[in-house]
């Protein structure tokens, strides 16, 4: 159980060094098309890529009857969640938008987790949560960005993404009783494109952006790794271990985008960036530690 169970957490971290290349991915996206058309392809690559992978796993797609409200719901919000990322890659400042998300999420699961089934946090988890939120900050350099640029509006988008985020990790734990993560990611990923099919115009879906084929090599990513692996993941651990692990695990995020922003995007690595890793790491192995 013990030797699973450490294969399991090995697949969470590379999930978490997926959604780390996402940011990597969607700041450049960002630049070469609108976040409608964005959100949209998106979802239609991730729902048809997930097609093979439910007959290759031979997933069972049966939803029992209290499924249907948490899908309903997790639809709903996840298409929130993606505009709000997009929305703020576009308009807000990635830097500051990255730590708003990265460490707000986490605590907002917590917080919900906690209201919800009137559970009093532990002092190591309290502890941990802090000093991710430290941790968060000497990575982004944080106290680099004026009082008016983090609260711009483009970045309100960032604290309503973990704000959704949050919100459907809940509602994901607590769906696998009767219904896998695999099916549970599919349907929301499938209403999701069924809504924007009606809602999307079709200028919003057809533009010049498509000859662009590196539009193609980054949403192909972002839909087959950090969608439909790395999130299935996700959602899975939420199940296994709990919403509020699982969701702590969202502080390798910034490490792994830090990293790849060095090797993708020409940027530095620097001590304050050492410094905020080790503090990240330290408030994960706090926050999962049994007391």
Same mark, same amino acid.
């Given at each position: 159980?013990?030797?699973?169970?450490?294969?399991?957490?090995?697949?969470?971290?590379?999930?978490?060094?997926?959604?780390?290349?996402? @940011?990597?991915?969607?700041?450049?996206?960002a630049?070469?098309?609108? +976040?409608?058309?964005?959100? &949209?392809?998106?979802?239609?690559?991730t729902?048809?890529? &997930?097609i093979?992978?439910?007959?290759l796993?031979?997933?069972?797609?049966?939803?029992?009857?209290?499924?249907?409200?948490? /899908?309903?719901?997790? =639809?709903v919000?996840?298409?929130?969640?993606?505009?709000?990322?997009?929305?703020?890659?576009?308009y807000?400042?990635?830097? $500051?938008?990255?730590?708003?998300?990265?460490v707000? $999420?986490?605590? !907002?699961t917590?917080?919900?987790?906690?209201? #919800?089934?009137?559970?009093?946090?532990?002092?190591?988890?309290?502890?941990?949560?802090?000093?991710?939120?430290?941790?968060?900050?000497?990575?982004l350099?944080? @106290?680099?960005?004026?009082? =008016?640029?983090?609260?711009?509006?483009?970045? /309100?988008y960032?604290?309503l $993404?973990?704000?959704? @985020?949050?919100s459907?990790?809940?509602? $994901?734990?607590?769906?696998?009783?009767?219904?896998?993560? /695999?099916?549970?990611s599919f +349907?929301?990923?499938?209403?999701?494109? !069924?809504?924007?099919?009606?809602?999307t115009?079709?200028?919003?879906?057809?533009?010049?952006f498509?000859?662009?084929?590196? &539009? @193609?090599?980054?949403?192909?990513f972002?839909?087959?790794?950090?969608?439909?692996?790395? =999130?299935?993941?996700?959602? +899975?651990?939420?199940?296994?271990?709990g919403?509020s692990q699982?969701s702590?695990?969202?502080y390798?995020?910034?490490?792994?985008?830090? !990293? #790849?922003g060095?090797?993708f995007?020409?940027?530095?690595?620097?001590?304050?960036?050492?410094?905020?890793?080790?503090?990240t /790491?330290?408030?994960?192995?706090?926050?999962?530690?049994?007391?």
């Open positions: 159980m013990k030797k699973n169970k450490a294969y399991f957490y090995v697949l969470l971290i590379f999930a978490m060094f997926l959604w780390g290349a996402s @940011w990597v991915s969607g700041r450049y996206i630049q070469v098309a609108n +976040y409608e058309s964005v959100v &949209f392809y998106r979802f239609l690559l729902t048809v890529f &997930f093979p992978l439910l007959f796993l031979k997933t069972n797609m049966k939803i029992a009857f209290n499924n249907i409200t948490q /899908i309903v719901f997790g =639809t919000v996840i298409l929130f969640h993606a505009n709000f990322f997009f929305k703020g890659l576009t807000g400042l990635a830097g $500051a938008g990255s730590i708003i998300f990265t707000m $999420a986490p605590l !907002i917590f917080l919900i987790v906690a209201v #919800l089934y009137r559970r009093k946090l532990k002092k190591n988890e309290m502890i941990g949560l802090g000093l991710g939120l430290i941790g968060g900050v000497l990575l350099k944080l @106290w680099e960005f004026d009082i =008016t640029e983090i609260v711009q509006s483009g970045n /309100i960032f604290l $993404a973990a704000l959704s @985020w949050a459907i990790t809940v509602v $994901a734990s607590k769906s696998y009783q009767n219904l896998s993560a /695999i099916a549970f +349907y929301i990923s499938l209403g999701g494109l !069924i809504v924007l099919f009606f809602l115009p079709e200028s919003i879906i057809f533009g010049e498509l000859k662009n084929k590196f &539009f @193609w090599y980054h949403i192909i972002l839909s087959i790794f950090a969608n439909v692996f790395a =999130t299935s993941i996700y959602f +899975y651990a939420s199940g296994v271990i919403s699982a702590s695990y969202i390798l995020v910034p490490i792994f985008a830090v !990293i #790849l060095m090797v995007l020409g940027e530095s690595i620097e001590f304050n960036s050492i410094l905020g890793g080790i503090t /790491i330290f408030a994960l192995y706090l926050i999962n530690k049994k007391v």
